[in-house]
T-cell receptor, first 112, second 117 residues
């Protein structure tokens, strides 16, 4: 089963770039890597998804090395409103089933 | 607003009781997922349905069951409730259940907060 490992928490200051790394040593060939953001008492919200190399959208970038055993979510110039828990999601392609295991999540605290 | 609705928002009940949580997916989404999130814990995947059929099972207890109806809404039934079942229960939906996780963006509902006294 694909399992992810993330730092439990990170601190940053407004305006800084934040990089959160997720390890997923058992990622399957067909699996994509997806990151979600969750505010307290709300459902997670999709941030970005990628398969390899680099993906960028209006809110974040995702860097994936060639071996795909890890990925890094990059948040440019964070603000206080980016304080949230960030989850790295890698599915299990074994037996052709989709099994969605969220990582432990990284609690990002952005300070003024 | 993700387009996924969950009812009720809050539910307070006693140990040993049975409750039903309801989820309506986004229009056009065929897959429904259920997750449990205990206080300050990560999301635990419970079960997935695709177009009415069970697709994948996660850490779902035998006391829990779910189904997806022809109109694609889903219900999660929790029985013989214990104090430890108190948690936020999220429903999510996606368009299809493809061959690799992560290829289907999940849209989460606002959750149902269950309190077992």
């Amino acid at each position: 089963l694909a399992k992810t490992t993330q730092p439990i928490s990170m601190d940053s200051y407004e305006g800084q770039e934040v990089n959160i790394t997720c390890s997923h040593n058992n990622i399957a060939t067909n699996d994509y890597i997806t990151w979600y953001q969750q505010f307290p008492s709300q459902g997670p919200r999709f941030i970005i998804q990628g398969y390899k190399t680099k993906v960028t959208n209006e809110v974040a970038s995702l860097f994936i090395p060639a071996d795909r055993k890890s990925s890094t979510l990059s948040l440019p110039r964070v603000s206080l409103s980016d304080t949230a828990v960030y989850y790295c999601l890698v599915g299990d392609g074994v037996d052709n089933f989709n099994k969605f295991y969220f990582g432990s999540g990284t609690k990002l605290n952005v300070k003024p | 607003d993700s387009g996924v609705t969950q009812t009720p928002k809050h539910l307070i009940t006693a140990t040993g009781q049975r409750v039903t949580l309801r989820c309506s997916p986004r229009s056009g989404d065929l897959s429904v997922y259920w997750y449990q999130q205990s206080l300050d814990q990560g999301l635990q995947f419970l079960i997935q349905y695709y177009n009415g059929e069970e697709r994948a099972k996660g850490n779902i207890l035998e006391r829990f069951s779910a189904q997806q109806f022809p109109d694609l809404h889903s219900e999660l039934n929790l029985s013989s409730l214990e104090l430890g079942d108190s948690a936020l229960y999220f429903c999510a939906s996606s368009v299809v259940a493809s061959g690799g996780a992560g290829t289907d963006t999940q849209y989460f509902g606002p959750g149902t907060r269950l309190t077992v006294l």
